[in-house]
């Protein structure tokens, strides 16, 4: 076998070692979504997505407390993130130098990196325990905030470096001071953005778990005041997971498809949203 | 990054231009700025919070909490060496699963995907960045580990139990709930991180770097493993930690696989145990003693210096390479 043919061989080989680990990634994101689609769908039906959880061993009842309080914590979650999160976009982008620049931008970047268990056990002891006295949804709304913020924060940021400094330049060169500026030209224009680090964090928080089974605990009974025990769509799968009742399990799996469809229509609707509003510039 | 300082100067002119301007500036400023500076007193917040809380076990047990493995509530005995022999075992079998197949993935996308197949493969691979952790626990606990129990288990002990040194990894009976089991589910877990990371970095080899290699008549392969690669090679290590310090602190769908049982350390990997975040989710809600609840904040403690220490690394690695001066 002569040297060029070796290698071309070795070059043939690795070519496919490369689409081989590509498929690999591809197909198991594929059999795990397969699993999850089959499992779940002879779960969901009126009662699962309107009724509360019974007893154990009883067939039947639904999970809507848990969607309920997903939906209350994402809310919660949502009123502390968003603003702050965009507020500090803002400040590294438009005004951020410096030190305190600097250690804003560092404390983002450390806090996207904190295992989200670490975080729970912070409001824990910090809401739980000094605050309310007992679980409850406003600390797991709390939690998701903190996991949502730093996302929120880079996707924002990033979106308002690329808006061209010549809009910024021709405002202000208008007379139009600079907080009308940022908020009135440099904003909107980076609306996309905004939009996609909205949504794409909330959907980050609404899948978390870990932090919430410490500190909203989880509930089988429809309940809106914040400061009880809240129930949540990934607690409730997790709960339904290790029981030993098939129901349960079923329902696990029904959950897990709801869970993973609101994720996905959520960034699918933002994807649609952000590539209609581009087209328009 | 030549556009960024751009932006910078802009800044400072607009600073210099609106001095003293407008008192609608001065509060929207003020206000901006008391936000942001929320963020690092909260990251302050938490530290200061879990160090206050783990300071009783931590000046009760001292080093001996790093390297006991008895961790007994009842008779105030803690020791995490074996949840942090569980998270060490269990990143490093994700590790070194996901780094050869995540690399891999990022040089098909881009180095040999033809253009149009290239945001469709990213876009799919990041999806499983998107799927819940609680998913992957769930679907780790009913289909991945009856697999791994049936079949895969027995193939590894039948193959290699037998071979000299790395035989006892693979010894005793197959449980499907085990260290081997949360590794592959984490291996799968991040996955995306290092793709995404990895290709990143690729995109910032200079092409000059490939045409000089090609232009002397390499094959693709070796203009990759010649010129890309080593150019590459700090980012794709700092892709790797990234990986690994998202493994470090996963949660759920580790503790759905793990088994959550033992807390002796043994050589097999067929062996059910406790990572430190496992550990923490698990115990949490039953400390009734404040010795016990210390002791599981300072498990979260060490878990949350370790990550961020990971995660300084990494980012530095990575940065080396992307900031790089390019050549062309």
């Known amino acids: 076998m002569g040297r060029w043919q070796r290698r071309r061989i070795t070059n043939a080989l690795a070519t496919a070692l490369m689409t081989l680990s590509a498929t690999a990634a591809v197909t198991v994101l594929l059999i795990i979504l397969g699993h999850v689609v089959m499992q779940g769908l002879p779960s969901l039906n009126v009662a699962f997505f309107t009724e509360r959880p019974l007893p154990p061993g009883e067939v039947g009842g639904g999970v809507a407390p848990a969607i309920l309080g997903t939906l209350e914590m994402l809310g919660v979650a949502g009123l502390i993130g968003i603003p702050v999160g965009i507020a500090t976009a803002i400040y590294l982008s438009e005004y951020g130098r410096g030190n305190l620049a600097r250690a804003i931008s560092f404390s983002v970047d450390l806090i996207a990196g904190l295992p989200s268990i670490a975080i729970g056990v912070f409001v824990w002891a910090w809401l739980v325990r000094n605050v309310v006295g007992q679980y409850n949804g406003l600390a797991g709304g709390v939690a998701l905030a903190i996991i949502m913020i730093p996302i929120l924060t880079r996707t924002v940021e990033e979106t308002l470096r690329i808006?061209?400094?010549?809009?910024?330049?021709?405002?202000?060169?208008?007379?139009?001071?600079?907080?009308?500026?940022?908020?009135?030209?440099?904003?909107?224009?980076?609306?996309?953005?905004?939009?996609?680090?909205?949504?794409?964090?909330?959907?980050?928080?609404?899948?978390?778990?870990?932090?919430?089974?410490?500190?909203?605990?989880?509930?089988?009974?429809?309940?809106?005041?914040?400061?009880?025990?809240?129930?949540?769509?990934?607690?409730?799968?997790?709960?339904?997971?290790?029981?030993?009742?098939?129901?349960?399990?079923?329902?696990?799996?029904?959950?897990?498809?709801?869970?993973?469809?609101?994720?996905?229509?959520?960034?699918?609707?933002?994807?649609?949203?952000?590539?209609?509003?581009?087209?328009?510039y | 990054m030549v556009s960024l300082s751009n932006h910078e100067r802009v800044l400072a002119e607009v600073d210099v231009l609106g001095r003293g301007a407008n008192r609608g500036d001065r509060a929207f400023q003020t206000v901006v700025t008391a936000i942001a500076a929320c963020v690092p007193i909260m990251l302050l917040g938490i530290v200061i919070l879990l160090l206050l809380d783990a300071l009783p076990a931590l000046l009760r047990y001292g080093g001996a909490f790093l390297t006991q493995t008895t961790w007994d509530p009842v008779a105030e005995k803690f020791g995490a060496a074996a949840y942090v022999y569980g998270t060490v075992v269990t990143s490093l079998i994700a590790l070194l699963l996901a780094t050869p197949i995540g690399v891999g993935c990022a040089l098909f996308i881009a180095e040999y995907a033809p253009i149009w197949m290239r945001a469709p493969v990213s876009f799919v691979i990041e999806l499983l960045a998107a799927i819940p952790s609680i998913i992957y626990g769930l679907w780790g606990f009913f289909i991945l580990a009856p697999i791994m129990r049936g079949a895969i288990e027995p193939f590894l002990k039948n193959s290699l139990g037998n071979v000299p040194a790395i035989g006892a990894l693979f010894s005793g009976p197959a449980v499907g709930r085990d260290l081997l089991v949360a590794g592959v589910i984490l291996s799968i877990m991040i996955l995306p991180t290092i793709t995404a990371v990895s290709r990143e970095i690729l995109r910032a080899v200079p092409d000059t770097q490939r045409e000089g290699m090609l232009a002397l008549g390499a094959t693709r392969w070796e203009t990759i493993r010649k010129a890309v690669l080593p150019y590459a090679r700090g980012g794709i290590v700092g892709a790797a930690i990234l990986g690994l310090a998202r493994a470090l602190g996963e949660t759920m769908a580790v503790t759905m696989v793990i088994g959550n049982s033992s807390t002796q350390i043994r050589a097999s990997l067929f062996t059910p145990g406790y990572t430190m975040a496992s550990a923490i989710a698990n115990q949490f809600t039953e400390a009734d003693k404040e010795i016990y609840f210390s002791a599981i904040v300072s498990v979260a403690l060490i878990l949350l210096v370790v990550a961020a220490i990971m995660n300084i690394l990494a980012r530095l690695l990575v940065w080396s390479v992307a900031r790089a001066p390019r050549a062309s």
């Open chain 1, 163 to 280: 808006v061209p400094d010549p809009l910024r330049e021709a405002s202000l060169a208008l007379g139009i001071p600079r907080w009308k500026t940022i908020l009135r030209v440099v904003l909107p224009t980076a609306q996309a953005g905004v939009i996609t680090g909205v949504v794409l964090s909330l959907a980050r928080a609404g899948g978390e778990t870990a932090p919430l089974l410490l500190t909203a605990l989880g509930n089988q009974f429809f309940n809106l005041d914040l400061l009880q025990p809240t129930a949540a769509l990934p607690i409730q799968i997790y709960n339904y997971a290790r029981s030993p009742y098939p129901d349960w399990q079923a329902k696990a799996w029904g959950g897990a498809l709801v869970l993973i469809t609101l994720i996905g229509v959520l960034s699918a609707l933002t994807r649609w949203a952000v590539g209609r509003r581009t087209h328009a």
